[in-house]
């Protein structure tokens, strides 16, 4: 079992940044890839970034690609998200999410966090 909970969350205007992080712990947090994903209201959860275990690769969204940057901390037991020229169509709630086989897009995320808010405004 592994606990993940978020934070770093808040109310950002547009072209601004912010970092979440999310801390695991329970079982071992290098044996997981992680993943984040959001859902804004009235849609569909998506995919947002990928990190293998080591953090040695990483997968973005093609509408955060250049802009989001997902990196870990295995000797923490975090994972990091951060986000610069944040959109108003980035406003969502934000998860993170561990895969214990596979990782990216496609990956079966076996551990979910409650989730953080996010909101641009414009």
């Known amino acids: 079992q592994v606990q993940l909970v978020e934070s770093g969350g808040g109310l950002v205007q547009a072209g601004g940044s912010l970092r979440l992080s999310c801390a695991a712990s329970?079982?071992?947090?290098?044996?997981?890839?992680m993943g984040w994903f959001r859902q804004a209201p009235g849609k569909e959860r998506e995919f947002v970034a990928a990190?293998?275990?080591?953090?040695?690769?990483?997968y973005y969204a093609d509408s955060v690609k250049g802009r989001f940057t997902i990196s870990r901390d295995n000797a923490k037991n975090t994972v990091y998200l951060q986000m610069n020229s944040l959109k108003p169509e980035d406003t969502a709630v934000y998860y993170c999410?561990?895969?214990?086989?596979?990782w990216g897009r496609g990956a079966l995320y076996d551990y979910w966090g409650q989730g953080t808010q996010v909101t641009v405004s414009s």
């Open positions: 999410a561990a895969a214990e086989t596979g």
């Open positions: 990190i293998t275990w080591n953090g040695g690769s990483t």
């Open positions: 329970g079982r071992t947090f290098s044996h997981y890839a």
